[in-house]
């Protein structure tokens, strides 16, 4: 079976500070695989997603950027942190080329920055 | 841009009753919709689904209802139980797009009381 793989849980970082965040998935091949994040009281925003190693499209002008080295492994980094990135930040995966397909969300991480 | 919306951020049920969530969508385009319910400092989880060419779907106690003239989706949950108490997240996606981009709603935060 499928598993996906975040962390840390919670992370409290300074502002200015940098940022790391990983997540694995097992059990599948050529996942397509997301960031997305929530903020306090909204709803979930697409960050980022791949559809391959190397291969990053971004949603929206931002502090952070995303990398994928290896096929299961999606990495959320920033290199100076802003107030504005704290939030509960998700990763997900869904199967490469299925229609319809629903995501599978990690348990979450979340960043306060202070 | 906030082509889903739960304009509901949140609805109090007695159990035993019955609670319907509400959503609505602006892109035509969007062809497979979603539900995902969610409990604190976890990830989502994948509810019920529906694609365009139904306009119900049914899954034990939970229903959901598409409107494809009114962009309008709902979720029924038939009886309510205290266990059902969590953020449920409307989401949809275009198969065009290979589901690469899905939308989600603000959240509603459904408090279900013994």
């Known amino acids: 079976s499928q598993t996906i793989h975040q962390w840390p849980a919670t992370l409290v970082q300074p502002v200015g500070s940098p940022l790391s965040l990983e997540c694995t998935v097992e059990?599948?091949?050529?996942?397509?695989l997301y960031w997305y994040r929530q903020a306090a009281g909204r709803g979930l925003q697409l960050l980022f997603y791949s559809v391959g190693i190397g291969q990053i499209s971004s949603e929206v002008p931002q502090n952070l950027s995303a990398s994928r080295p290896q096929d299961r492994q999606f990495i959320l980094s920033s290199k100076k942190l802003l107030l504005s990135d704290s939030g509960f930040y998700l990763c997900a995966w869904s199967p490469r080329d299925a229609t319809n397909e629903k995501l599978f969300f990690g348990s979450g991480t979340q960043l306060s920055v202070l | 841009d906030q082509q889903v919306k739960q304009n509901s951020p949140s609805l109090s049920v007695q159990e035993g009753r019955i609670s319907i969530l509400n959503c609505d969508y602006t892109?035509?385009?969007?062809?497979?919709f979603l539900w995902y319910k969610k409990y604190p400092a976890e990830g989502p989880t994948f509810l019920i689904s529906i694609s365009s060419i139904k306009d119900k779907n049914e899954d034990g106690r939970f229903t959901v209802f598409l409107n494809k003239s009114a962009k309008h989706l709902s979720l029924h949950i038939v009886p309510s139980q205290p266990g059902d108490s969590a953020v449920y997240f409307c989401?949809?996606?275009?198969?065009?797009?290979?589901?690469?981009?899905?939308?989600f709603g603000a959240g509603t935060r459904l408090t279900v009381k013994p």
């Open positions: 989401a949809a996606s275009a198969e065009r797009d290979n589901n690469n981009d899905m939308r």
């Open positions: 059990g599948t091949s050529n996942p397509n």
């Open positions: 892109n035509s385009m969007f062809d497979y």
